[in-house]
């Protein structure tokens, strides 16, 4: 419902639409293989590693 408002006042174009849509799908497999993980891996380590990786992405965005 958001992205049919967002087209119709064109914030949103249909190539966004486009990549928005398939963006879902590598979304869904981290999400798959971060489960898989947790379930494998101390709870610790793995909010330690989680948090890393947060850390590693959001240095690489401020570095942008």
Request: aromatic share 2%; net charge positive.
């Amino acid at each position: 419902i958001l992205a049919i408002g967002l087209l119709q006042t064109g914030i949103m174009t249909p190539e966004l639409l486009g990549l928005s849509v398939a963006a879902i799908v590598p979304a869904l497999i981290g999400v798959e293989l971060g489960n898989r993980a947790r379930g494998r891996i101390p709870a610790a380590q793995f909010r330690r590693i989680v948090l890393v990786a947060l850390s590693v992405v959001g240095a690489m965005l401020l570095m942008r």
